[in-house]
């Protein structure tokens, strides 16, 4: 299982949800579906421009953890 720590990232660089729609030019809907983990997917030109607007690396946001079984 994929985990998204996009709220982590965000409280680390004191951003808010807003702000950071803003910057990266996606809809607060969109970011909300992300920073919830109800995402199914991430393009990599989102995942680039959150990266560059939280300056940080992919492996910052997202996080692999496998299934319990």
Same mark, same amino acid.
């Given at each position: ?7 982590v990232m965000m409280a680390k660089r004191k951003m808010s949800l807003g ?6 030019? $996606? ?22 421009? $959150? ?8 492996? %910052? ?5 496998? %299934?319990?079984?």
């Amino acid at each position: 299982m994929i985990i998204i720590n996009l709220d982590v990232m965000m409280a680390k660089r004191k951003m808010s949800l807003g702000e950071l729609s803003e910057r990266v030019g $996606i809809t607060l809907a969109n970011l909300s579906v992300l920073k919830n983990n109800r995402a199914k997917a991430i393009r990599f030109s989102t995942l680039d421009a $959150i990266c560059r607007a939280l300056d940080c690396q992919p492996s %910052d946001i997202l996080e692999y953890t496998p %299934d319990e079984q």
